[in-house]
């Protein structure tokens, strides 16, 4: 969740709920491997004009028509939690991750009780991530810190005891999350969320065999060190993500953002890192199933 990079003008356009068009379709299908429909779905509506009496399944079709078949929804507080555990337990094409968001950590008055909540969720099994966590030195301030640091860290013990891809949110706190991971200990797979570092921080978590989701924000004409950070990006590190309805890629920003708007993220990224577009997508979908797959066991039916 990044709401706050956005201008006050580009909120009320979202809220607005103008979705942009819908583009090419890929050649191949990818995944968001971050998302928020409950956020999308309450702030700005139905993405693609669809059914408004089931706005998750017109979602979910939308972006299937261009080539996104499959949707991490990412958890920031109890509530949405677990919501989308529910969600990941309706329809085969969602999985869920669970978490306190670290600007909803401090403000929590019994952190320790939410926290077992998340622990409950992290066992289901259409929850494969722990997320999204981490730290956020932007929103935050240092009498919040303690309280961010300590819910993070419990974030980490939960994805360990569960097998869960931890699903990191670092605002404006790149060395924060690396001393703490590195204190506590980062778990099998960590998926550094909308990463907004450079060339030299995108080295140290891909060294760290850390993934790296690219978020509409690569596609921002400012977005150059990005861009830089995603060309020295092995293909088997990176994901796309659209952190919707926050984060529309260009040139929508400002609109509401949606899972089948990945497209636009995934050109500027094969653009980005002179990767072919065919091999880019298979590279992302095959990393995504790595970090929280398999989506569509037997059983799951919706
Ligand atoms: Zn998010």
Not at 158 to 177: F, Q, S
Not at 222 to 233: D, F, I, K, M, V
Not at 243 to 260: E, K, M
């Amino acid at each position: 969740m990044s709401e706050s990079t956005e201008s006050r003008s580009q909120r009320a356009a979202r809220r607005a709920g103008e979705f942009p068009p819908v583009p090419e379709p890929l050649p191949r299908p990818v995944l968001d491997s971050h998302t928020h429909l409950d956020i999308t779905v309450s702030e700005a509506g139905v993405p693609g004009g669809g059914d408004p009496a089931d706005p998750v399944a017109a979602a979910i079709d939308v972006a299937a028509a261009v080539g996104v078949d499959r949707l991490v929804q990412v958890g920031v507080d109890v509530a949405s939690s677990r919501w989308g555990a529910e969600v990941a337990g309706s329809y085969p094409v969602v999985l869920a991750t669970v978490a306190l968001h670290p600007n909803e950590a401090p403000r929590l008055a019994d952190l320790d009780g939410a926290l077992r909540e998340i622990e409950a969720l992290a066992g289901q099994e259409r929850v494969r991530g722990v997320g999204e966590t981490g730290m956020d030195r932007y929103r935050t301030g240092d009498e919040g810190r303690a309280a961010q640091e300590e819910s993070f860290r419990a974030h980490i013990a939960i994805a360990k005891r569960y097998g869960r891809t931890l699903v990191i949110h670092d605002r404006d706190a790149h060395a924060d999350v690396l001393r703490i991971l590195d204190d506590e200990g980062a778990p099998d797979t960590v998926v550094m969320h909308c990463f907004s570092g450079d060339a030299e921080f995108a080295a140290e978590c891909v060294r760290r065999g850390y993934l790296l989701s690219f978020a509409g924000t690569v596609t921002f004409a400012s977005a150059g060190a990005l861009r830089e950070a995603a060309a020295l990006t092995p293909l088997d590190q990176i994901l796309v993500e659209t952190d919707a309805p926050y984060l529309t890629p260009v040139p929508y920003r400002g609109r509401p953002n949606a899972s089948y708007l990945i497209p636009l993220t995934v050109r500027a990224l094969a653009a980005a890192t002179g990767a072919d577009l065919d091999e880019l997508c298979a590279a992302i979908s095959a990393t995504g199933e790595r970090a929280f797959g398999p989506w569509h066991p037997a059983g799951v039916g919706g």
